[in-house]
């Protein structure tokens, strides 16, 4: 299954009344939203058709987020539905994943792009050994075992998309600060020269699901309904859901 | 003063308490709050009182949520008291610091301000300390108080009685013990017998001017009583109170004379002049009636010896009972203005040579004159004064060669201000004997060390002449020269460590660019915007400033600091090279060492600043390479915050968002398919043919667009 395909199913199945795009270039994946949407990119250029309520926000995401109040546009400040797909380094992709989070409610669900390489090449922070190959997913992999290092609350869906494999978040937690508390020491790890190690696991996507299978999953209903509840009193009752489904990080 | 009980001295909780007077400032309090939020004092060190008098704006209940919100912000709700003095009380005696700051509620602190001001008291166990005040708003003004530090400044010699605003720190058992407040209840200058009280009693008022404290929004709307007209007769009530004060702590004498004589002048006689082209006749006759009653009964003859020679005359008009007399002086006075015209502006070895024909000159254009005479200079008024007025009075022989012509630079966002003395030169006799108040005059100054021995910081500076001839300060915009294109540098710009150019602003004046502001600076005019963008001797774009290495650059931070690793292009170096980084926003800079090492394809850049010295914001980076060497920016910026990872940030911040409704993406802010290279040669090629008259004019743009399409595709 191609990701974006993934990512107009979750939009179908969920139906979110709100979705956040970070990395929005031509269009062709916030064409595929019908809500109330919000895309960052400090460089678009939208070629394709979009139909739905959008606010286009010409800044880097860590700027956007910066601003007073980012979510102005929405009609409530909660991102039921997010994308990351923006700068494709890690020490990137995963501060937008924390400032994400923080405006989540836990029956929310966020997907990281790029997340399972197909080659070392591709997974460069540099994009000299992707050109060869035409696509560059850059580092942001190292995400994957970040949160599955700091977060066994969050459930941690690795997809096997084409072209490369996506992440899938499930029962964010606004208020954790696992992530933040140790942005600091990760960056000093994620920085470091071509070419990088990139895990057997990743590569090989031995953890990763099939997407039909989790999009067959019977949770969509129950997330939906889940939203209207206060986070407090959601968050344990999004995880029995979750839990019931079989829907667990793998190990 | 009002009894405030001296009780046991209650030991400091914190460091400084920051009390707000506030009534209905609706959104003018945000800038105060954002101050406050962003102090490099940290927050546990101080706190801040804000004491609601009755608003009935949505004021209260934003206050009590930034309370509930900000673990060192207080609210007291009172109700109103019609004026600032029971709002300030309250909050003295609520304050738990050991020292406390009095800010107004639409006002402004400096980033640093706490910080600083504390210290600095620590250090001269001050009662008082008198921070730089800058105004926003109105004219500026750069009170003589603080061309330097005075760390232990003697009333009655330092020029502290210019500065009589409240926006002071104090030490809180000063005020207790000697049982110093504010009078309560809708009464003007108030604040003049507080603060009055404690430079009398203070043993040691210090006065910080290497840094701006406090920032004045002078507006007309202030909130309170402030924008009801003034009842002379009141007026003059309430200044009793003032001089109460100053007859009670003084002796009959010199001392006690020269303050007298400054009220008299400052609040007085100078004050009515001033307002004759303003006021009607009948408005004029209260306020001389008032103040000449005043004057019978609180200022002896004796006081008059301390007035400057025009002063005097006001006063021989005032006691004789001369009203027509005093209107007519006032009118020749108030119209007294600043006489211009720019020569040039050259740049040589890095300096500036300012050079303008400068004076004062009356409302007509006409040079003030004054007469040579056995060995006395005499100002020659333009009117027939009235007789009360005795001749020695028009004796400036003194005021004459005291004479200052000055250039003022005036930052346009922190409204800080740097002057620069003339060398002047009087226009020779017009008749025999008769001089014109004209000079001749060459300002030079060097951008690097202008500011107080400092380089000017990144900003637009607007130029101004100030010119002095003590009764009369008169300052105005230069003007640029005439004919001088708007928008485009007036010479060749400075470069050494910052890149200075003076332009002509679109109404004419006389503007510097320091690095780049007018393209930089989004807050800047968009108006002169452009200023030294297109051409000509002046900076390049911003792409100047150095490419950064996006993936091996980063940001972190490091117990309490903040780590910035920055990959730049550069040959080998010496490894362990010592480089500056410096952050810059707004106001504050930050500069710290730095360490360079050789890496892959260039330099990798390393400096540790002080996570406490960068509030939340996104801060400019430059890198100075070696001793001496100029700092150039780099293309990236640091984005801090106290709630989200630190992110450095490379390649130049973008601009602009756009909304659409629903179906529709709305187009970016740039015509489509217009690069930037086009729309700055449309730009010239309108600029060029401003020249000729429209109809030829559009001729040309028609055929140039074609051939353009042609050549184009
Ligand atoms: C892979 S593309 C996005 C593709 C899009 N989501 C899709 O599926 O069609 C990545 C985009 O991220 C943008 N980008 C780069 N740095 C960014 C940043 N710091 N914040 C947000 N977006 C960024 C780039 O301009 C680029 O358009």
Redesign the interface.
């Given at each position: 299954m191609l990701r974006h395909e993934l990512l107009s199913r979750l939009h179908e199945l969920l139906s979110p009344r709100t979705y956040l795009e970070i990395g929005v270039q031509t269009g062709r994946s916030i064409t595929l939203s019908r809500t109330s949407t919000i895309g960052v990119d400090p460089a678009f250029s939208v070629i394709n058709e979009v139909s739905c309520d959008l606010q286009l926000v010409r800044s880097t995401s860590d700027e956007f987020f910066a601003r007073k109040a980012p979510l102005a546009h929405f009609p409530e400040p909660v991102i039921d539905l997010a994308f990351i797909d923006g700068m494709h380094l890690s020490e990137y992709a995963l501060r937008d994943l924390i400032n994400v989070e923080r405006h989540t409610h836990p029956a929310s669900v966020i997907v990281l792009d790029d997340m399972l390489p197909r080659h070392v090449d591709e997974a460069g922070r540099g994009r000299e050994a992707a050109k060869k190959r035409r696509a560059w997913a850059g580092d942001v992999y190292k995400v994957v075992s970040t949160v599955r290092a700091l977060r066994p609350d969050l459930v941690c869906l690795e997809m096997d998309t084409a072209p490369t494999g996506t992440l899938v978040l499930l029962a964010p937690d606004a208020s954790s600060n696992a992530l933040i508390d140790a942005y600091d020491d990760v960056v000093e790890e994620y920085v470091v020269p071509d070419p990088q190690t990139v895990p057997e696991e990743v590569l090989r996507r031995t953890r990763a699901m099939d997407p039909a299978q989790f999009l067959a999953a019977p949770v969509w209903p129950d997330l939906r309904r889940l939203r209207q509840l206060p986070a407090g009193r959601a968050a344990p009752e999004v995880r029995r859901v979750l839990a019931s489904a079989g829907l667990r990080t793998p190990d | 003063m009002t009894g405030a009980e001296a009780g046991p001295a209650q030991p400091a909780k914190v460091k400084v308490s920051v009390v707000v007077p506030v009534f209905n400032p609706g959104g003018h309090i945000d800038p105060l709050i954002r101050s406050l939020a962003e102090q490099t004092m940290p927050a546990s060190d101080f706190e801040t009182i804000f004491v609601d008098d009755g608003s009935t704006d949505d004021t209260p209940g934003k206050l009590d949520r930034l309370a509930a919100s900000t673990p060192n912000v207080r609210v007291i709700h009172t109700p109103g008291s019609g004026w600032s003095g029971r709002p300030r009380n309250i909050g003295i005696d609520a304050a738990e610091g050991e020292y406390v700051q009095l800010v107004d509620h639409d006002d402004e602190l400096g980033t640093e301000a706490l910080e600083r001001l504390y210290a600095y008291a620590v250090a001269n166990g001050s009662d008082v300390v008198v921070g730089k005040e800058v105004r926003k708003g109105g004219a500026w003004h750069v009170a003589p108080l603080f061309d330097k530090n005075r760390p232990r400044a003697t009333f009655g010699k330092d020029p502290l009685v210019g500065i009589m605003t409240p926006h002071k720190m104090f030490r809180r058992e000063f005020l207790n013990e000697h049982h110093i407040r504010f009078f309560e209840g809708p009464r003007r200058m108030e604040d003049h017998p507080f603060v009055l009280e404690a430079f009398f009693c203070a043993d040691v008022i210090s006065v910080l001017s290497d840094y701006p404290v406090y920032y004045w929004h002078r507006r007309a709307d202030r909130g309170n009583a402030g924008a009801r007209a003034y009842e002379w007769a009141d007026f003059y009530v309430y200044m009793r109170d003032t001089l109460d004060v100053i007859e009670r702590y003084t002796e009959p004498g010199d001392l006690r004379d020269r303050l007298l004589a400054f009220y008299y002048d400052s609040k007085g006689l100078g004050w009515l002049t001033r307002s004759v082209p303003h006021r009607t006749p009948a408005e004029l006759r209260k306020h001389f009636d008032a103040l000449r009653e005043l004057a019978q009964e609180r200022f002896p003859p004796s006081v008059d010896i301390h007035l400057h020679g025009m002063a005097r005359a006001r006063s021989q008009l005032l006691r004789a009972g001369d009203f027509e007399g005093l209107v007519a002086l006032g009118a020749v006075e108030s119209a007294i203005g600043v006489h211009q015209e720019l020569v040039e502006i050259e740049v040589v070895d890095d300096t500036f040579r300012v050079r303008a024909i400068t004076g004062l000159c009356y409302g007509d254009g006409s040079p003030l004159q004054f007469q040579v005479d056995g060995g006395r200079t005499w100002w020659r008024p333009p009117i027939e004064l009235g007789s009360p007025v005795s001749h020695d009075v028009l004796d400036f022989s003194a005021v004459h060669g005291r004479r200052r012509i000055e250039l003022a630079l005036r930052n346009r966002r922190s409204h800080d201000v740097h002057l620069i003395s003339g060398d002047a030169e009087q226009m020779t006799e017009e008749a025999p004997g008769i001089l014109p108040f004209t000079f001749d005059t060459v300002f030079e100054f060097d951008p690097e060390t202008v500011a107080g021995g400092q380089p000017l910081e990144p900003a637009v500076y607007d130029v101004f002449v100030r010119v002095t001839c003590s009764p009369w300060r008169r300052q105005a915009p230069l003007q640029s020269l005439p004919g001088a294109p708007q928008r485009r540098p007036l010479s060749r710009g400075s470069r050494a460590t910052h890149s200075v150019v003076p332009f002509t602003t679109p109404s004419g004046r006389v503007a510097l660019d320091v690095d780049h502001q007018t393209l930089i600076d989004q807050e800047a005019e968009m108006n002169d915007r452009e200023a030294t963008s297109t051409g000509g001797n002046g900076p390049g774009p911003k792409d100047q400033a150095v490419v950064v290495e996006?993936?091996?650059s980063?940001a972190?931070?490091?117990a309490d600091r903040v780590r910035l690793?920055l990959h730049l292009p550069g040959a080998g170096t010496s490894d362990g090279q010592r480089a500056r980084v410096r952050l810059q926003r707004a106001q504050s800079a930050v500069t710290g060492d730095a360490t360079v090492t050789d890496a892959?394809g260039g330099i990798r850049v390393e400096a540790g600043l002080p996570a406490d010295r960068l509030p939340?914001g996104?801060w400019s980076i430059a890198v100075s390479l070696g001793q001496g060497e100029r700092f150039q920016r780099v293309q990236a910026r640091l984005?801090t915050?106290t709630?989200?990872?630190?992110?450095l940030?490379t390649?130049s911040?973008?601009?602009?968002?756009?909304?659409?409704?629903?179906?529709?993406?709305?187009q970016?802010?740039k015509a489509p398919g217009h690069p930037d290279w086009m729309r700055r040669a449309g730009r010239q090629v309108d600029r060029a043919l401003g020249v000729l008259p429209p109809a030829q004019a559009a001729r040309c743009r028609k055929a140039l667009r074609a051939t353009a399409r042609r050549m184009l595709g």
């Amino acid at each position: 299954m191609l990701r974006h395909e993934l990512l107009s199913r979750l939009h179908e199945l969920l139906s979110p009344r709100t979705y956040l795009e970070i990395g929005v270039q031509t269009g062709r994946s916030i064409t595929l939203s019908r809500t109330s949407t919000i895309g960052v990119d400090p460089a678009f250029s939208v070629i394709n058709e979009v139909s739905c309520d959008l606010q286009l926000v010409r800044s880097t995401s860590d700027e956007f987020f910066a601003r007073k109040a980012p979510l102005a546009h929405f009609p409530e400040p909660v991102i039921d539905l997010a994308f990351i797909d923006g700068m494709h380094l890690s020490e990137y992709a995963l501060r937008d994943l924390i400032n994400v989070e923080r405006h989540t409610h836990p029956a929310s669900v966020i997907v990281l792009d790029d997340m399972l390489p197909r080659h070392v090449d591709e997974a460069g922070r540099g994009r000299e050994a992707a050109k060869k190959r035409r696509a560059w997913a850059g580092d942001v992999y190292k995400v994957v075992s970040t949160v599955r290092a700091l977060r066994p609350d969050l459930v941690c869906l690795e997809m096997d998309t084409a072209p490369t494999g996506t992440l899938v978040l499930l029962a964010p937690d606004a208020s954790s600060n696992a992530l933040i508390d140790a942005y600091d020491d990760v960056v000093e790890e994620y920085v470091v020269p071509d070419p990088q190690t990139v895990p057997e696991e990743v590569l090989r996507r031995t953890r990763a699901m099939d997407p039909a299978q989790f999009l067959a999953a019977p949770v969509w209903p129950d997330l939906r309904r889940l939203r209207q509840l206060p986070a407090g009193r959601a968050a344990p009752e999004v995880r029995r859901v979750l839990a019931s489904a079989g829907l667990r990080t793998p190990d | 003063m009002t009894g405030a009980e001296a009780g046991p001295a209650q030991p400091a909780k914190v460091k400084v308490s920051v009390v707000v007077p506030v009534f209905n400032p609706g959104g003018h309090i945000d800038p105060l709050i954002r101050s406050l939020a962003e102090q490099t004092m940290p927050a546990s060190d101080f706190e801040t009182i804000f004491v609601d008098d009755g608003s009935t704006d949505d004021t209260p209940g934003k206050l009590d949520r930034l309370a509930a919100s900000t673990p060192n912000v207080r609210v007291i709700h009172t109700p109103g008291s019609g004026w600032s003095g029971r709002p300030r009380n309250i909050g003295i005696d609520a304050a738990e610091g050991e020292y406390v700051q009095l800010v107004d509620h639409d006002d402004e602190l400096g980033t640093e301000a706490l910080e600083r001001l504390y210290a600095y008291a620590v250090a001269n166990g001050s009662d008082v300390v008198v921070g730089k005040e800058v105004r926003k708003g109105g004219a500026w003004h750069v009170a003589p108080l603080f061309d330097k530090n005075r760390p232990r400044a003697t009333f009655g010699k330092d020029p502290l009685v210019g500065i009589m605003t409240p926006h002071k720190m104090f030490r809180r058992e000063f005020l207790n013990e000697h049982h110093i407040r504010f009078f309560e209840g809708p009464r003007r200058m108030e604040d003049h017998p507080f603060v009055l009280e404690a430079f009398f009693c203070a043993d040691v008022i210090s006065v910080l001017s290497d840094y701006p404290v406090y920032y004045w929004h002078r507006r007309a709307d202030r909130g309170n009583a402030g924008a009801r007209a003034y009842e002379w007769a009141d007026f003059y009530v309430y200044m009793r109170d003032t001089l109460d004060v100053i007859e009670r702590y003084t002796e009959p004498g010199d001392l006690r004379d020269r303050l007298l004589a400054f009220y008299y002048d400052s609040k007085g006689l100078g004050w009515l002049t001033r307002s004759v082209p303003h006021r009607t006749p009948a408005e004029l006759r209260k306020h001389f009636d008032a103040l000449r009653e005043l004057a019978q009964e609180r200022f002896p003859p004796s006081v008059d010896i301390h007035l400057h020679g025009m002063a005097r005359a006001r006063s021989q008009l005032l006691r004789a009972g001369d009203f027509e007399g005093l209107v007519a002086l006032g009118a020749v006075e108030s119209a007294i203005g600043v006489h211009q015209e720019l020569v040039e502006i050259e740049v040589v070895d890095d300096t500036f040579r300012v050079r303008a024909i400068t004076g004062l000159c009356y409302g007509d254009g006409s040079p003030l004159q004054f007469q040579v005479d056995g060995g006395r200079t005499w100002w020659r008024p333009p009117i027939e004064l009235g007789s009360p007025v005795s001749h020695d009075v028009l004796d400036f022989s003194a005021v004459h060669g005291r004479r200052r012509i000055e250039l003022a630079l005036r930052n346009r966002r922190s409204h800080d201000v740097h002057l620069i003395s003339g060398d002047a030169e009087q226009m020779t006799e017009e008749a025999p004997g008769i001089l014109p108040f004209t000079f001749d005059t060459v300002f030079e100054f060097d951008p690097e060390t202008v500011a107080g021995g400092q380089p000017l910081e990144p900003a637009v500076y607007d130029v101004f002449v100030r010119v002095t001839c003590s009764p009369w300060r008169r300052q105005a915009p230069l003007q640029s020269l005439p004919g001088a294109p708007q928008r485009r540098p007036l010479s060749r710009g400075s470069r050494a460590t910052h890149s200075v150019v003076p332009f002509t602003t679109p109404s004419g004046r006389v503007a510097l660019d320091v690095d780049h502001q007018t393209l930089i600076d989004q807050e800047a005019e968009m108006n002169d915007r452009e200023a030294t963008s297109t051409g000509g001797n002046g900076p390049g774009p911003k792409d100047q400033a150095v490419v950064v290495e996006v993936t091996s650059s980063y940001a972190r931070r490091s117990a309490d600091r903040v780590r910035l690793v920055l990959h730049l292009p550069g040959a080998g170096t010496s490894d362990g090279q010592r480089a500056r980084v410096r952050l810059q926003r707004a106001q504050s800079a930050v500069t710290g060492d730095a360490t360079v090492t050789d890496a892959i394809g260039g330099i990798r850049v390393e400096a540790g600043l002080p996570a406490d010295r960068l509030p939340s914001g996104t801060w400019s980076i430059a890198v100075s390479l070696g001793q001496g060497e100029r700092f150039q920016r780099v293309q990236a910026r640091l984005l801090t915050s106290t709630t989200r990872p630190v992110a450095l940030l490379t390649g130049s911040a973008p601009r602009g968002s756009a909304s659409g409704g629903s179906g529709r993406v709305a187009q970016p802010p740039k015509a489509p398919g217009h690069p930037d290279w086009m729309r700055r040669a449309g730009r010239q090629v309108d600029r060029a043919l401003g020249v000729l008259p429209p109809a030829q004019a559009a001729r040309c743009r028609k055929a140039l667009r074609a051939t353009a399409r042609r050549m184009l595709g």
